[in-house]
């Protein structure tokens, strides 16, 4: 693949978080905004904004914060790949470069639940990470516009976050 190397973005982490929530790797309009979940269409503001009263339309940096007080952290699976376009299936399964999770959890060891945003991201974690010793892992539906669920049931599944956070 003739696709730049891509690299991801740093976690949004504090030493209060406890839930951790990971994507696969970063969009292109995320990438091109600097921030996670930067494409419109994806459910993933709309429904922190259901679960902990986040106004979805407010600042980055406030929704980052409002996520934090919550014990919320927000990273990917990977650190780096090559990409065409914004499909978790263009990844090219050559270019992977996972986060560094054992430094991570070291560093953070009050996080007890870790959150996959979709198939992918757990599915790549599995590959390329081993999980922590007594870490609870759940997949949860993908907040991806490319998902398509049920009105409602994505966020139904996602209440889980609100009931151990």
């Known amino acids: 693949m003739s696709a730049p190397l891509l690299q991801g973005f740093p976690p949004v982490v504090d030493e209060h978080a406890r839930v951790l929530i990971l994507g696969s790797f970063p969009s292109v309009q995320?990438?091109?905004a600097g921030q996670y979940y930067a494409n419109p269409?994806?459910?993933f503001w709309p429904i922190v904004?259901?679960?902990f009263g986040v106004d979805a339309?407010?600042?980055y940096d406030s929704r980052l914060l409002a996520l934090r007080s919550h014990g919320v952290a927000l990273w990917d699976v990977l650190q780096r790949c090559r990409r065409v376009g914004s499909a978790d299936s263009a990844i090219d399964p050559k270019s992977l470069v996972a986060n560094n999770f054992a430094e991570f959890f070291a560093n953070y060891p009050a996080i007890a639940r870790v959150y996959f945003n979709g198939a992918k991201s757990a599915d790549l974690y599995r590959r390329l990470v081993h999980p922590a010793e007594g870490i609870h892992?759940?997949?949860l539906p993908s907040t991806s516009p490319?998902?398509?669920v049920r009105p409602g049931a994505k966020l139904a599944a996602w209440r889980?976050?609100?009931a151990v956070s």
């Open 137 to 139: 892992y759940e997949r």
């Open 160 to 162: 889980v976050i609100a």
């Open 41 to 43: 269409r994806n459910a």
């Open 146 to 148: 490319a998902h398509a």
């Open 49 to 51: 904004s259901e679960l």
């Open 57 to 59: 339309a407010a600042p």
């Open 30 to 32: 995320s990438l091109a």
